[in-house]
C-alpha cells in the first residue's frame, strides 16, 4: 500500500523527534555498558585506590564490585578502599563482601580521613579485607541490624539476623586473625569503637595517617587472603592509580533510587494515559515509553515484588478507560488504590533490612495528583462530548445559509462557505419563492439536499 506524499506535519516532526530521543538514549546505554566493561589499563607494578564515601546500597555495590573486578584484571599489587560510610542495606552488604573474599588481589580497607565512619553495614565492608586499617579520629561499629524504616526488626526475624551475621563475622576476623568478640558485639550490642579502641584491642590491623603512611606500612608486609594464600606487599614507590566511577556507575547512582523509580514510572503512566485519551498525539506516548524502559531497567537490580507492577500498570488501564465509559469517576477511584497499593507492594514487600524504600506519603501524595491530572482529562473529555456536533453534515443542523438561487421550493445556497442544493422545509404548502440573498436555517438534510426554512426578514 502506497501514501500520498505531502508536506511533514507538526505530528511527524513530533515523531522523528521522539525517534531521535530514543536513538540517543540507546547510545548512551550502549556507552555506558562499553565503559563499564572497559577496565583501567596501567603499565608495570601499582596499587589501585577507590573511594567508597556513599550508602551502601545496589548502586554502589556495583560500583565497588566493579572497582574489585579493575584490580583483578590490570595487574594491581593491591586495592584500597578508602571507606566513609553509614551504612545501608543487608543484601547490597552482602554482595560486597563475597567480591571482596573472592578477590585474588588484596584488599586493604582504609577507614579515612579522620572523622569518617564505618557504620552498620560499612563495618561489614571494612572487616571483609584481609588487612583493615583506621584513620585517626575515625569510628567503626554499630552493626545491629534495623528495618527499612530504622525502626526495630520484631524479636524473632532480629535474632535470626543477628545469629547469622554474627557467624559470618566470627569467620571473616578468625580468617583474618582478628578479635572477634569485640567484632561480635558491633551486632550483639551495636556496639561502637573509635580508632584507638580498635587498633589497640585487635579490631582492625593497624592505623594511618594518610595514604602514604599507608603504603609505607604496608610495604613488606604478609597477607593471609580468604583463600588461605599468603601475598607478600610491596609498595614502596609504586604509582597509585585511583578508580572513578564509571557512566554506567554513575548512572546507576541515579536511577536505582527508589524514590526516583517510582516518579519515572508516574512520568511514563501520565504520558501514556494522555496518549491513551488522545489517540494519535505521538510525543506522550513516545515519551512515556521511554521512562517505563527506563523505570523497568532500574527496578530489575532493587529486587521488587512484580505483583505489585501488574496494579501499577492496571492503574493506567483504568484511567484510560474512564476516559471512554461514562462511569462517574469510579474507575478513576478504583485506578487510584490500585496504584498505592501497586506501589506499595512493589517497591517496600521484598525490600531487606536497611534498604531503602518509597515513603508512604510520597505515594499517598503522588497518588492524590495523578487523581487531579485524571479528573481535568476526564472534565474536558465529558465537556467535548457535550458540546454540539460541530463538523460534517451534522453539523449544519442549525447553522444559518444564504440563498443563492431562488427556492422555489428548491434551490440552493451558501453555508459555511460551501454550496448546497436545498429545500424549504414545506414544500406542499404554496408559498411565494424564497428571494436570492435571504437568509434562511437549516433544519435537516435528505441525502444531498439541505431542508431550510426562511428567518424572518
Not at 597509585?240 to 523509580?261: K, R, S, Y
Request: glycine share 8%; net charge negative; with cysteine.
Amino acid at each position: 500500500m502506497r501514501f500520498p506524499a505531502g508536506r511533514p506535519t507538526m505530528r511527524t516532526h513530533a515523531a522523528r523527534g521522539a525517534l531521535l530521543l530514543t536513538l540517543a538514549m540507546l547510545a548512551a546505554l550502549s556507552l555506558s555498558a562499553a565503559l563499564a566493561g572497559r577496565s583501567a589499563r596501567a603499565d608495570g607494578s601499582h596499587v589501585d585506590t577507590v573511594t567508597f564515601a556513599r550508602d551502601v546500597d545496589p548502586a554502589s555495590a556495583r560500583f565497588l564490585d566493579d572497582a574489585i573486578a579493575t584490580a583483578s584484571s590490570d595487574g594491581a599489587t593491591a586495592l584500597i578502599i578508602t571507606i566513609d560510610t553509614p551504612g545501608g542495606d543487608l543484601d547490597s552488604m552482602k554482595d560486597i563482601v563475597q567480591h571482596e573474599l573472592a578477590s585474588a588481589v588484596p584488599i586493604i580497607t582504609y577507614v579515612a580521613p579522620q572523622g569518617a565512619r564505618a557504620g552498620s553495614a560499612g563495618t561489614f565492608v571494612t572487616l571483609a579485607a584481609p588487612l583493615a586499617v583506621m584513620a585517626p579520629n575515625t569510628r567503626i561499629g554499630a552493626a545491629s541490624p534495623i528495618d527499612s524504616t530504622g525502626a526495630d526488626i520484631p524479636s524473632t526475624l532480629d535474632r535470626k539476623l543477628k545469629n547469622d551475621l554474627e557467624a559470618q563475622m566470627r569467620a571473616m576476623q578468625t580468617t583474618f586473625n582478628r578479635n572477634v568478640p569485640l567484632a561480635v558485639n558491633t551486632i550483639e550490642t551495636a556496639a561502637s569503637y573509635d580508632d584507638q579502641e580498635a587498633i589497640s584491642q585487635g579490631l582492625v590491623n593497624f592505623g594511618a595517617t594518610t595514604q602514604e603512611d599507608l603504603l609505607q606500612k604496608l610495604d613488606g608486609m604478609s597477607v593471609t587472603l580468604a583463600n588461605g594464600s599468603n601475598v607478600t606487599l610491596h609498595t614502596a614507590g609504586l604509582p597509585v592509580q585511583t578508580i572513578d566511577p564509571t557512566l554506567a556507575n554513575q548512572l546507576e547512582a541515579i536511577f536505582l533510587d527508589p524514590t526516583l523509580l517510582f516518579i519515572l514510572f508516574i512520568i511514563a503512566a501520565i504520558c501514556i494515559y494522555l496518549e491513551l485519551a488522545h489517540p494519535g498525539a505521538i510525543v506522550p506516548g513516545t515519551i512515556g515509553a521511554i521512562v517505563l524502559v527506563i523505570f523497568l531497567f532500574g527496578s530489575g537490580f532493587l529486587n521488587p515484588n512484580w505483583a505489585g507492577l501488574v496494579l501499577m500498570l492496571l492503574a493506567i488501564v483504568l484511567l484510560a478507560i474512564d476516559v471512554r465509559v461514562p462511569t462517574h469517576g469510579v474507575l478513576t477511584v478504583g485506578a487510584l488504590i490500585s496504584l498505592i497499593a501497586g506501589s506499595l507492594i512493589f517497591f517496600d514487600s521484598n525490600a531487606g533490612p536497611g534498604a531503602q524504600t518509597v515513603s508512604p506519603i510520597v505515594i499517598g501524595a503522588t497518588a492524590v495528583g495523578v487523581g487531579l491530572v485524571s479528573l481535568l482529562v476526564i472534565s474536558f473529555a465529558v465537556r467535548s462530548h457535550r458540546m454540539p456536533v460541530g463538523t460534517g453534515s451534522e453539523g449544519l443542523v442549525g447553522a444559518e445559509a444564504t440563498v443563492t438561487i431562488p427556492l422555489a421550493p428548491e434551490g440552493r445556497v451558501r453555508v459555511m462557505g460551501e454550496d448546497w442544493a436545498a429545500r424549504v422545509a414545506t414544500p406542499g404548502t404554496p408559498q411565494p419563492p424564497v428571494a436570492v440573498g435571504q437568509q434562511v436555517r437549516v433544519k435537516g438534510r435528505d441525502g444531498l439536499l439541505l431542508i431550510v426554512e426562511p428567518l424572518p426578514k
